[in-house]
């Protein structure tokens, strides 16, 4: 390629962002759109794995998480007000041997930051409203800015793509029934250790996880109405804000279609359990730059479909199996969480594959 390739990447997430370091990085400029005002508000991610911080560094993004966030270094596990499991996090094999746990709004933050330092200013309130392939160049529309023609687009405009709805990848799945409430807290009275996560189980299915996300803040989920009630030692909480979700589990047949790729919740969506799904996109959104950059886009769907339908088949078990309310299924799970709390060599893979270290 002669001249720099014309890029637009749609939607400015965790997953668009990323991309847009990444080439920044590279030496190649894009376009970045969003449709909202600024990065979002809402509480969703908070766990940001090893191969993330990784991924990030060399872009200076990393130094600057690692000062905000919380290095959660451990999860405890319970069965009604039994302790399980305490899973030691800092036994992931890497030099970032934990999680680290920051909301996802601060993460946007920091990224768009450092993006606009390297001169790349992210244009929010553009929407994109049509988009053509036209032979190799791919031509699209906004609203609230002039379109263009790109040689590439990066489509990381999260789970509802209009991108994908355009071109008619089908995006094939389902959404579980069962509605899920998440709220952010203040807990004054924490009883437990600070940098440790805690799952709940119970008897009838219900579950409550609970992260710490800053100085007695911290974020509860739970598959129950009430976000903090399965949780133990939560009383004298102080709710900021909450809301209710439902759980789709769905991907994308080809990730490719022409000069368009898809990265991020625009390729896969899943259950929350196991903290991948804003992982799994920075993910995508560093191997399309790099691809990019070598000339091997071509292989992009080969590599990053079945790692994303991986996650997909063990995150659909992880739920399963957190959700049971037969006390057959109870017993096996608990005494497997024991046997695995108790044997470090079995802890291993599954904190490498949370860790993205591992697919
Ligand atoms: C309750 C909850 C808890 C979660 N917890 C975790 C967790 O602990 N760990 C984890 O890894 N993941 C978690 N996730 C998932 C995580 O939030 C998503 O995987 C992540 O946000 C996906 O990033 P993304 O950049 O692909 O998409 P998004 O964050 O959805 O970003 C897409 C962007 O595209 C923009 N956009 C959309 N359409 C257009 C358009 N036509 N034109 C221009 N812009 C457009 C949107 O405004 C948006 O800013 C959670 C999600 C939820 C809902």
């Not at 009883?191 to 996880?209: E, N, Q, V």
Request: hydrophobic share 40%; with cysteine; net charge positive.
């Amino acid at each position: 390629m002669a001249t720099k390739p014309r890029i637009l990447i749609v939607g400015a997430g965790p997953c668009g962002l990323t991309a847009a370091l990444e080439l920044a990085r590279r030496g190649f400029t894009a376009r970045i759109i969003d449709k909202e005002p600024g990065p979002t508000p809402l509480s969703k991610a908070v766990g940001i794995s090893p191969r993330s911080l990784e991924i990030l560094e060399p872009t200076g993004v990393t130094e600057r998480l690692l000062a905000e966030g919380i290095r959660m270094k451990g999860v405890q596990a319970r069965y009604e007000d039994r302790v399980l499991a305490i899973i030691d996090v800092s036994r992931i094999p890497h030099r970032f041997n934990f999680l680290l746990a920051l909301p996802q709004s601060e993460t946007e933050t920091v990224m768009e930051d450092v993006l606009a330092a390297r001169g790349v200013k992210v244009e929010w309130n553009v929407e994109l409203t049509a988009l053509r392939l036209a032979g190799a160049k791919v031509e699209v529309e906004f609203s609230g800015a002039n379109g263009g023609t790109f040689d590439y687009v990066f489509a990381a405009d999260g789970a509802h793509s209009r991108v994908r709805e355009i071109l008619g990848l089908g995006f094939t799945g389902h959404t579980h029934k069962r509605t899920w409430s998440i709220a952010d807290a203040v807990i004054p009275d924490w009883p437990f250790a600070g940098a440790t996560a805690m799952a709940s189980l119970h008897r009838a299915g219900d579950a409550g996880f609970i992260i710490p996300i800053g100085a007695n803040r911290f974020r509860a989920v739970s598959n129950t109405p009430d976000p903090l009630g399965h949780i133990p030692g939560t009383a004298g909480a102080q709710v900021s804000q909450s809301d209710t979700f439902h759980i789709p589990v769905r991907q994308a047949d080809r990730y490719q279609e022409g000069g368009v790729f898809l990265g991020g919740d625009a390729a896969h969506v899943h259950s929350p359990i196991g903290a991948r799904g804003m992982n799994l996109g920075i993910e995508d959104a560093c191997s399309f730059a790099t691809r990019l950059a070598g000339r091997t886009l071509d292989g992009y769907t080969a590599e990053r479909h079945p790692i994303g339908r991986r996650w997909i088949v063990l995150s659909e078990r992880m739920l399963a199996a957190v959700q049971s309310a037969n006390p057959v299924t109870i017993a096996v799970r608990n005494t497997v969480i024991r046997t695995i709390g108790r044997l470090p060599s079995m802890q291993r893979p599954l904190l490498e594959r949370v860790a993205g270290l591992r697919e």
